[in-house]
Nanobody
Framework: VQLQASGGGLVQAGGSLRLSCAAS????????IGWFRQAPEKEREFVAV???????YYADSVKGRFTISRDNAKNTVYLQMNSLKPEDTAVYYC????????????????WGQGTQVTVSS
């Protein structure tokens, strides 16, 4: 399955954005879906994951500011990002979890092209 992230853009610090992650397959609801991000010259890092049972986990750096949610009827997972900081600037990706540890990118498949989020100070 291939996922496509969208909704990125340029926003001032303290602002908000909502990212969307859309899938083409109707079995989307059977999977845990994760968000990751990659800043220039840095490793791709875990941001959040939502399980098929709607349990949510967040990286410490975004906890309390970001909210992950899903709409299975629309085959879409969202990432609501509030109180954005310049250090949130990155390309954001979503992917399907296949087992193992959530923090490990090797345990995810279906990476799309990502969406750029830029937060100005």
């Amino acid at each position: 399955v291939q996922l496509q992230a969208s909704g990125g853009g340029l926003v001032q610090a303290g602002g908000s954005l909502r990212l969307s992650c859309a899938a083409s397959r109707r079995t989307f609801s059977n999977y845990d879906i994760g968000w990751f991000r990659q800043a220039p010259e840095k490793e791709r890092e875990f941001v959040a994951v939502i399980t098929l049972n709607d349990i949510r986990y967040y990286a410490d750096s975004v906890k309390g500011r970001f909210t992950i949610s899903r709409d299975n009827a629309k085959n879409t997972v969202y990432l609501q990002m509030n109180s954005l900081k310049p250090e949130d600037t990155a390309v954001y990706y979503c992917a399907v979890f296949m087992g193992g540890r959530y923090y490990d990118t090797n345990n995810f498949v279906g990476w799309g092209q990502g969406t750029q989020v830029t937060v100005s100070s």
